[in-house]
């Protein structure tokens, strides 16, 4: 599964400049071989890159593949495209606002509209009426509808003089008042995006949907058919999809960029096109940082989604219902333990390793060997004794500060993990920052976040007390080991109690179960939350000094490695030009590639697979989970043509919060929905390489035949292609 | 399930007295409340204590129970109990050698014998006539035939003005020297024991059984049933049985003391015992080392245990072949990983905490109050400092040498984990410790041990390539991750290639799959292996001397904290008099207890379950794993007595090694046999309570009936009962 978190999170991550934090959220690529090279000055590419649309590969598209899209096609494909909040792409394929993303995209959706009597993450759903389209608890659809540069306007705002605190603090203030002044002036959430390290700023404008409804999920079964085994392998046999309906005013959303829908998928060979938000890549991260990460961070994260994994697996076989209220977050660790097992695999691999230090080489090299540009050689020393500070500060910032890294939403820091922190923090936190300057605000608690923080605040998602207890039993339990039983702030956290028995007291004792409460805390000023007595908002205000001192001390580093970073931005830019892509920011992106298959083992992977693969994957496995299919499969076998097309292969540039991006042939028709990326894609992280790794997509063939046949989806069906309204 | 490791490993702690490593093989057990109120004086005991056999608690049985046992009735259920080297406890129950035990005892038994084909372990196993008895790879039974006291003879061995590395080798080699003057006059295996954290050496010599057939087992789904959600649970339905029979020469051994089957069980209220070997207790330790072991140690192996559980289940996944292979090293971390949470758990309660602390201050305030004794508050601080350097050596110390935390049998240190390792490193070490002096060599390479070590190393166990290349992967990747890429060591062990790429290059190259290879390198003297070029044997070679060097500064502060606590030790004797049992060391013990159920969250829990529970529990979980039954079971309801009764629990003091002990009545009858603990029983490990915390036992009349009922062994069933032979 590739997965992005929340929007809100991501907004965090953006402002602080927290590349640390952030490269926990995504599948994190580093520089590839082909940039490498171009660093050496050859123009020989691979199907590789993020583009962004107001500067697309052009010249690439023409050379090798001898196709030009018009301004139009382009923005039609950008207009189509939608970003979930919940955390990937999707894209817009009706007139009345019809919406496809992952099934892994919607869980969130679908965990929120569950309860123990309908249980429609696991079992599926299906509005046969638009009356019976459930309404999503807190998602937003963000369209993103213009881009405009304002890098001269963020960089003048920051004087040389200016100390590394004062210069973040003079570059935030300028970018909330960009963004502002833009909400205002628009009506559109306005977010300013940091491109190429800092060397350019532009300004996103987004369409918001925050009425949304679920229509269509198939069973998460099919939707993640072999589980953690097949998770990031291939072949592949997995419907990963989930249809929503966008509304406005209570009516459905008119849309006027919607893709077309390809009954027949793409062909072998074909060249196809991904937009989609990519949510993070590293490609421009120093060997000395790149090896704190190999040899503590990611160990430190692993070590993490282990401890949940283990946790969350043993609950949740206690019984179904556990298993239930667990499902998501369960889902999230393995997927998230595989991907970093793989990721540290591939920097522990001797050839990657050199081909990053030869890459570093190279830029060191070519800086040297420039008079105006040699000065920016000490950024690298200067990367160096920065990430050796944010080693020391780590555990407290980790524990007590940063945003859960990896899971599906924000979830409290480390040390107090579930919902119900999850809300005091941002209740005492959006007290406290409201009485700033607007600029000066921790980034979830601007005014341009407003709407998404008061999205998640009152969300409406159930919140199971049983479940609280045991994941704030383990964080707290987790806190108390790394600092001590003798720490004095474990001490205070627990208050004379054992992890267990201070949980219950705190959720048991909270009333931040009840919207209204949350919304009436909300409302007050920060003398009058003083006055309240909720053990979780004691709790909440009883860290928050600790917290505020560590995310302090963690800024001021990131604010040196941020300038570092510039500097060498700055420089690969003079040698290099503009012919690159820079990192991916969870903003909308062009990838694209071609349909085609690997070899592996010396065995031939052919690109797709089909409905037959499926039930012969099943017979091998005696039908056992996670190879089991659904009654409706084992039912609807006899109608299905099982040589339909299933799920394909391609080259394409994709990452984490690519999930759920549409698949596009040259008539800008949906012919597939990204889902995943396979084994050899983890490679992908430290290196790029076409020869084994790819993206995976559900063909769009797959799912007109799997909703006829198996779902009897006529009504929708027809509406996606376009035969009624 | 509570299980000891091989009886090899637990030579290596007892005599490198590594009082850090050997607790991470038992669920530890911390001093009682009841010891407490002995410092204060009191003499009021609950059903507290494993007693020695040479000093059993008669005067209490007599105060509370009005029983005296008799040096006959003691002899008979000594050498009626058997330690089984794979782990556990057991018992003869036939004049013509059957010996019953858990099925997690004998299951390391059951997974060597089992293939592809025949999966013993998990399907069950009945041999109707001897001739289809199953011979055991390399499973030992001890059966303990004499006591005797060498205090004296060990502790003039030790010169006051010896160093402390001095000290420990003369003592190393007093030790030595008895044991082999005894294994040569007696020619019973001979074993030193250190009690009373070295007040008493005690020698104990066994009697040997190396040739072991399998005679019974059940399916794993009825020895575990509920698995991880059920284990250390209660009420409990689980049939952890599994029988084996001696042979000598050939022949079935002819057994004189063997307990007599009592096919009733024992009642609500009932005065029990149970004979078996516990593991290990720490019920001295300073309150600075468990505040350590609270905030680093244990944590750290929860760190383990979650990555391989992780590891094992995600592999065990892919398919049934992999979930065979990996299920018994699975469920020891499943298990591993319970037992300390709630270990964990219970010594961040502040009131077992303030109970730790206030008998250490009650002990203090007794040993300086007497002049004669207050010298010995000093080795509070050396215990304190040591502690202290120990910490500082774990990460080499551990990754390198120390032997597995907690698995089943020895797997070689963190860093390599894997059978063949294992046999690299045991070759390597008995090579070069064969060239000293017996007294100064590596506990499980002097003469004593000579027949564990060449079955251990000459076992016919199935090795599997891709299961040593999964765990060789994973365990080089978390040493490379612990000592970073950059670290030369690292280097050297992985030699230019990735962890994986270096462990197939080692797996598939190495040759000590094969016995006849192992036999034969074990021939060979020091220079002869300097030539053979095998990957796995020169990887063991090329580690020795970090690891042997982190041995020495590890064995030198454990030297340092065993003087202190023994000079802690002898003040307590000073002021408690031989009142107390001292901490188990997995040689026999005798506890006593009461069969009686308990309360819990205001319910009251019976003694015993029975069949009709446990078709109960099947149908509220719909027969899903882990609570399915087994076709046998499902079949064979009609015909079993649903009111026999299955489990029961007793207040007795027992912990992991007890595992498989026979539980007896007043008239010696073998009434039941314990497999586990309740998750109250884990609290047990810092403060004794009878309040809650129970002994689980099967009861002797749930074993006779699904003998006959279920399984249709009448000829094992009327063996058992004394009703033919």
Redo the contacts between chains.
């Keep these: 599964m590739k997965k992005y978190p929340s929007v809100t999170l991501a907004i965090f991550l953006r402002i602080t400049f927290a590349v640390l934090e952030s490269a926990m959220l995504f599948r994190s690529f580093l520089p590839t071989l082909a940039m490498v090279t171009t660093i050496g000055g050859s123009l020989a590419r691979a199907d590789e890159g993020m583009w962004l649309f107001n500067n697309p590969p052009l010249q690439q598209l023409k050379t090798k593949y001898h196709f030009e899209p018009t301004p139009q096609w382009l923005e039609h494909l950008q207009k189509a495209s939608v970003r979930f909040n919940s955390g990937g792409s999707g894209s817009f394929v009706s007139a009345n606002g019809l919406c496809i993303t992952n099934h892994h995209v919607g869980a969130d959706a679908l965990q929120k509209a569950s309860s123990d009597e309908h249980n429609y993450l696991r079992d599926g759903f299906y509005a046969k009426t638009q009356s019976e389209e459930i309404k999503c608890a807190d998602l937003e659809l963000n369209v993103l509808m213009s881009i405009e540069d304002v890098t001269t306007r963020v960089k003048s705002s920051v004087k040389s003089a200016l100390s590394a605190e004062a210069a973040s603090k003079a570059r935030d203030n300028a970018i909330a008042e960009i963004e502002k002044e833009s909400k205002e002036k628009t009506g559109l959430r306005s977010d300013v995006v940091k491109l190429y390290q800092g060397g350019a700023y532009h300004l996103y404008c987004y369409k918001r949907y925050d009425d949304v409804r679920i229509v269509f999920a198939p069973e998460q079964q099919m939707a993640f058919y072999g589980?953690?085994?097949d998770n990031f392998e291939y072949p592949r046999f997995d419907l990963d999809i989930c249809i929503f309906r966008a509304y406005e005013n209570g009516q459905t959303a008119k849309i006027d960029n919607y893709l077309n829908w390809n009954p027949h998928g793409p062909s072998d060979g074909e060249l196809t096109f991904v937009s989609g938000s990519p949510g993070r890549t590293d490609r421009q991260l120093t060997v000395d940082e790149l090896?704190d990460r190999?040899?503590r961070e990611?160990?430190g994260w692993?070590?993490l989604f282990?401890?949940r994994?283990?946790l969350l697996?043993?609950w949740g076989?206690?019984?179904?219902e556990n298993a239930r209220r667990a499902r998501e977050d369960f889902f999230g660790d393995?997927n998230n333990?595989?991907r970093y097992d793989g990721y540290?695999?591939a920097?522990?691999?001797?050839e990657i390793?050199r081909a990053i230090e030869q890459r570093e080489q190279k830029l060191r090299d070519a800086i040297s060997a420039n008079p105006k540009l040699k000065a920016a050689i000490d950024a690298y020393d200067r990367i160096k004794k920065a990430q050796a500070e944010l080693a020391g500060i780590a555990p407290r910032y980790g524990y007590l500060e940063q945003e859960r890294p990896l899971t599906v939403g924000y979830r409290g820091p480390r040390a107090f993990y579930g919902t119900l922190f999850k809300y005091a923090r941002l209740l005492t936190r959006a007290i406290e920052e409201r009485g700033k300057p607007n600029g000066e605000r921790i980034a979830p608690f601007r005014d341009s976040a407003k709407e998404s923080l008061e999205l998640e605040l009152f969300s409406t998602e159930p919140v199971y007390d049983d479940y609280e207890i045991l994941r704030l039993t383990d964080s707290m339990?987790d806190f108390?080991?790394?600092?001590?039983?003798?720490d004095s702030l474990v001490k205070q956290v627990?208050a004379?109690?054992?992890?267990?028995?201070r949980a219950v007291e705190l959720v048991t004792g909270t009333k931040l179960k009840d919207v209204g409460f949350r919304k009436d805390i909300y409302g007050k000023d920060a003398a009058a939350l003083q006055n309240i007595h909720d053990p979780m908002l004691e709790l909440a205000r009883l860290i928050d000094g600790p917290a505020r001192e560590a995310r302090k001390a963690h800024d001021v580093q990131e604010e040196i490695k941020e300038q570092a970073y510039a500097e060498i931005a700055k420089a690969r830019f003079a040698i290099e030009g503009t012919s690159n892509y820079p990192d991916a920011t969870f903003t909308l992106r062009l990838s694209y590639g071609t349909v085609r298959g690997y070899e592996e083992d010396g065995k031939k992977i052919p690109p797709f697979t089909n409905f037959a693969g499926l039930y012969q994957r099943a017979a091998e496995?005696?039908n056992?989970p996670?190879f089991d299919l659904p009654p409706r499969w084992v039912d609807g076998k006899a109608k299905l043509n099982l040589n339909t097309p299933f799920n394909f292969v391609s080259d394409a540039d994709i990452i984490g919060g690519n999930s759920g991006s549409p698949v596009v042939n040259k008539a800008n028709e949906f012919v597939g929905i990204i889902f995943d990326g396979n084994i050899q894609s983890l490679v992908l992280d430290c290196i790029f390489s076409d020869k084994q790794a790819r993206a995976v997509s559900v063909d769009s063939a797959a799912i007109s035949e799997a909703l006829r046949e198996v779902y009897r989806a006529d009504t929708l069906a027809d509406e996606l292609e376009g035969k009624k309204k």
């Design positions: 589980g953690d085994p090896a190999r040899d990611v160990p692993l070590n282990n401890r994994e283990v697996n043993a076989q206690r019984s179904f393995q333990r595989k540290v695999a920097l522990f691999d001797p390793w339990t108390a080991e790394k600092f001590g039983g003798n627990l004379g109690k054992s992890p267990h028995a496995h005696h056992q996670p």
